[in-house]
């Protein structure tokens, strides 16, 4: 058993490699763009080269980075109603199975239906800014609810069935079997969430910027692309992407720091 353990626990220069790898490729392929762009000597509003890019992002910084606290508000204002409310009303869906026929429907429906068909109603309808924080709570809404509510409903039978035989109550079932149980789920549907509450924030502020000012990084990617000012527009979706990597880093962490004493899915990681 312990020469098996050995064989399957990744050496170090394996986990090296899972990060090192990528960088390499990274790397490779910014090597390979600017090459192609001074080569065929492309115009920076056709396709900047990465130098140009990253001096974008310093000479504008001053703009893009208040952008970026713009967009990062409201994307969390968007995860933490989405988390609240999805766990709520998962909680509310297993004590009473008549409340969840009757509106997880509707939540299915509010998943399947497009947010960039939404936000333009809902920009008629709400100030700009809570309609903006509305659009990144209805993307973001459905992974925790569905996650949370599949993890409250995969207990063990066995353990219900103890719970049961030594009289306790609903509430100390949820609290000491079915909470525990589905916080592996709950967590997974929140790492979802963070990077769905992203996308739903840059799709409502791209919307926003069509009916009037905004100040996201998506409108400045809009703003950039009526002006022409490429660089700019790629700096900006640099940082879109580099927010969504350290959002989904951050949920990831917090994961697995909250299960990595009890859990395989993080004891896996460790071992």
Known sequence: MNAQAAAAKPSGA??????????IVFAAGLLAWELVVRIRDIP????????????????????????????????????????????????????????????????????????????????????QQTAVVVCAFIVAFFPVLANTTLGLNSVDRNLAGLFQLYGASPPQTLRFLKLPAALPYILGGLRIA??????????????????????????????SGYRLNIPRMFAALLLLSLAGIVIYGVLALVSHLVLRRWHESALGKES
């Open 194 to 223: 963070g990077g769905l509450s992203l996308i739903g924030a840059v799709v409502a502020e791209i919307a926003a910027g069509t009916a009037g000012a905004g100040s996201g990084l998506a409108y400045r990617i809009a703003e």
């Open 14 to 23: 394996q986990r090296a490699l899972r990060f090192v790898l990528p960088v």
């Open 44 to 127: 920076p509003y056709v396709l900047p080269a990465p130098s140009v890019i990253f001096l974008t992002l310093i000479k504008d910084w001053a703009v893009l980075s208040q952008s970026l606290a713009t967009t990062l508000l409201t994307t969390l204002e968007g995860f933490v109603a989405a988390s609240i409310g999805g766990i709520a009303l998962a909680l509310l869906f297993n004590q009473s199975k008549w409340v969840e026929y009757s509106l997880f429907p509707y939540a299915v429906v509010l998943q399947v239906t497009p947010v960039i068909a939404i936000a333009p109603l809902l920009l008629i309808y709400l100030e």
